[in-house]
């Protein structure tokens, strides 16, 4: 059974830093491309942040220089480092993976509509 399971939001102040964290069980994540998607209430959800099988990886336009996202292979596990947070950072931060993605950047654009593993979230919330 395919379990992804976030941690790591919480409540800081603008400026502030975060680490997500997701952890993988039931398949590798080697094998998948996988990424993090956020959505804040009453708004579409959105890609932020993706990565291929190949470890390439692909932001979104209003994170890019911010968000790190990276891949643990041998920990079985998917981090997005946010750093310089803003308040329109603020939402639920899903960690999601997919069988098949052409890029990274599909990941992203599609906004997760390839993926076909969700976690439940991790809410993060920045304070001006």
């Known amino acids: 059974q395919v379990q992804l399971v976030e941690s790591g939001g919480g409540s800081v102040q603008a400026g502030g830093s975060l680490r997500l964290s997701c952890e993988v069980s039931?398949?590798?994540?080697?094998?998948?491309?996988m990424g993090w998607f956020r959505q804040a209430p009453g708004q579409e959800r959105e890609g932020v942040a993706g990565?291929?099988?190949?470890?390439?990886?692909n932001y979104a336009d209003s994170v890019k220089g911010r968000f790190t996202i990276s891949k643990d292979n041998a920990k079985n596990s998917l981090y997005l480092q946010m750093n310089s947070l803003k308040p329109e950072d603020t939402g639920m931060y899903y960690c999601?993976?997919?069988?098949?993605?052409?890029?990274?950047?599909?990941?992203?654009?599609?906004?997760?509509?390839?993926?076909?593993?969700w976690g439940k979230g991790t809410p993060v919330t920045i304070s001006s």
């Open positions: 999601a993976a997919g069988r098949w993605c052409p890029s990274a950047r599909v990941v992203v654009d599609t906004h997760g509509r390839m993926m076909d593993y």
């Open positions: 039931g398949y590798m994540a080697s094998e998948y491309c």
């Open positions: 990565v291929d099988k190949y470890l390439s990886t």
